[in-house]
């Protein structure tokens, strides 16, 4: 059964920085890609970064101030956001799709609030 778990600060002031944390365990026999995504009630999930192979993609809203890596022998994932905005406010996903599969975590708070 394959598990994604996030960690992270919870708030953080504006302007500061953060990064997240998503650890994968179970059997993976390809991942295609992975990365994250956030939601805040009552908007639509929305792709933040993606990595796939060598190749990183952002959501507009935050590619200038965003970086997305991957350590494959810990089977982790991580995002690193700064000069962060009220606006990232929301519940950050880590996601993994394999195959025809997605896989979610549960998801981590993230305040950005003075």
């Known amino acids: 059964q394959v598990q994604l778990l996030e960690s992270g600060v919870g708030l953080v002031k504006p302007g500061g920085s953060l990064t997240l944390s998503c650890v994968v365990s179970?059997?993976?026999?390809?991942?295609?890609?992975i990365g994250w995504s956030r939601q805040v009630p009552g908007k639509q999930r929305e792709v933040v970064a993606t990595?796939?192979?060598?190749?990183?993609t952002y959501a507009d809203s935050v590619k200038t101030r965003s970086t997305i890596f991957r350590d494959k022998l810990k089977n982790m994932v991580y995002l690193q956001m700064d000069n962060l905005k009220p606006e990232d406010t929301a519940v950050y996903y880590c996601?993994?799709?394999?195959?025809?599969?997605?896989?979610w975590g549960q998801g981590t708070q993230v305040t950005v609030s003075s």
């Open positions: 996601r993994l799709l394999s195959g025809v599969n997605v896989y």
């Open positions: 179970g059997s993976i026999v390809n991942i295609h890609a």
């Open positions: 990595i796939s192979g060598d190749l990183a």
